[in-house]
């Protein structure tokens, strides 16, 4: 199973997260063998890193875990290969630049179809790999294109979750949908299903969240393959699974959170 | 001074390079102190590395100076900061994605005016950071959005070469235009004007070419910064400065030249 890890915090801090020890989540003899890859933001523009094997095997890894660029948001995939071949073009987050933002995307699950579903046409923005996740970000894109109009102007924070909200309604229509979504200001997190390690079962939940202050000095956030540098500090962690004892709560089935430096900030759920 | 090394060679290969030696030809006191970036093609994607900040306190440029990604095309920079601040959106190489290749540029050279200029007027393509290089890409990537209609059919080295001569001869009229651009198949070079460390003077050559073959399966290449692995290979190396004995050729002012997996395969030489 793929894993996403999502951060949004308030002040600018060094993340240090194993990836070996989030791929542990997924099971006792699971690795992140197929690929693995983390952005983390800097202003409007993302430092990219991605490796199309395996995180076990790499220098690059353990350099990220205790040299990595600071930032207020960051989404992390470790890949498992489902469509597409092992190589860098599939291994994800992705990325492209829009309205002079570089926005960031990472997805679990599988959407079979997504290539030749009219709800997900491509035109300025194309897939470099094969894999059907890139395919669905490249159609998002399409959609922020038409609210993302300019550089000097953003959309509203209520314009962006509805169009992520409806984008996400559409995709649960293909298949497992969990993903997160950043455009550099605000980190928008879909939950949907997902293979429970318990039950087998592909079902709720998709995606947990944590929402965390650390209020003095000498308080660190420290979660299984995450921590973050001690101070006070507001944060918002997403994970596949929870990866510590916390109150993780699990996203409802379709439900959206938009979240920026360190807070929800609005938040779509589902009515059933 | 920006220092600018292009490669292009006929099999895969690890490039073993160091931005160190690379700077310290701007001259003796030099350091790549304002930004660095390397992008390395493996297949239509690129893995991209870049930071805002000295290439000799950094763990990453160790890193890939021993362990880089094998690659046959390789773009690397070395940013001495002009205009914009030292941040990561303004530290190149800069990637654009076009109908599903990563695009990739590299610029020397000082381009005042160029965001009010109606030749290099934007659209599709909007800078993050706020360098006159990266404003150069975006617009070059709006003329080739014309020329790359679709995924599936790519125009011909020709055609391709024709555009980037007629943009480099508007850019000329800004400002020294030295510039490497990559589609993922062909890798354009530009030369046009440098400052001189022996006159002082901003005059050509902008960049130097090497094309070199080794014959056999001891026969490795070694230039000062670059180290290519042995065997039998096919290279092109483009860069601000020669960095061997051996003959690099100067390129003409306003010279552009196509490479491909290691040979010179067109190219446009100015008539005077």
Redesign the interface.
């Known amino acids: 199973m793929c894993e996403l890890l999502g951060i949004s915090s308030r002040r600018l801090t060094r993340l240090t997260f194993s990836l070996e020890a989030l791929a542990a989540h997924s099971g006792p003899l699971s690795t992140a063998r197929d690929g693995w890859g983390a952005g983390f933001y ?4 993302v ?6 094997g395996a995180a076990s095997d790499s ?2 890894v353990r ?1 990220l875990e205790t ?1 990595g ?1 600071d930032t207020t948001l960051a989404i992390s995939h470790i890949r498992h290969a489902t469509l597409g071949e092992v ?3 599939n291994t994800q987050p992705f990325v ?7 926005h960031l995307f990472a997805h679990n699950g599988h959407l079979p179809g997504i290539s030749h579903s009219e709800k997900f046409c491509l035109d ?6 094969e894999a059907d996740s890139e395919h669905a970000f490249c159609a998002l894109m399409e959609r922020m294109k038409i609210l993302w109009q300019s ?1 000097s102007a953003s959309p509203s924070v209520e314009e962006r979750l509805a169009l992520v909200t409806a984008y996400a309604a559409d995709l649960r229509q293909l298949g497992p949908a969990n993903f997160l979504y950043a455009d550099g200001d605000v980190l928008f997190a879909h939950g949907h299903r997902r293979m429970q390690s318990v039950t087998g079962k592909i079902e709720p939940p998709g995606l947990f969240m944590l929402v965390r202050q650390c209020c003095c000095e000498s308080d660190a956030f420290e979660a299984e393959g995450v921590s973050i540098a001690p101070g006070y500090q507001e944060v918002v962690l997403l994970a596949s699974v929870p990866l510590s004892n916390e109150s993780w709560r699990p996203l409802q089935e379709g439900e959206v959170v938009a979240i920026s430096i360190g807070k929800v900030v609005d938040k779509h759920q589902p009515t059933h």
């Open positions: 800097q202003g409007r523009d430092a990219l890193f991605r490796e199309p220098a690059m350099l040299q660029p190589k860098l073009a492209r630049e829009l309205v002079g933002r570089t300025r923005f194309n897939p470099v790999g550089p």
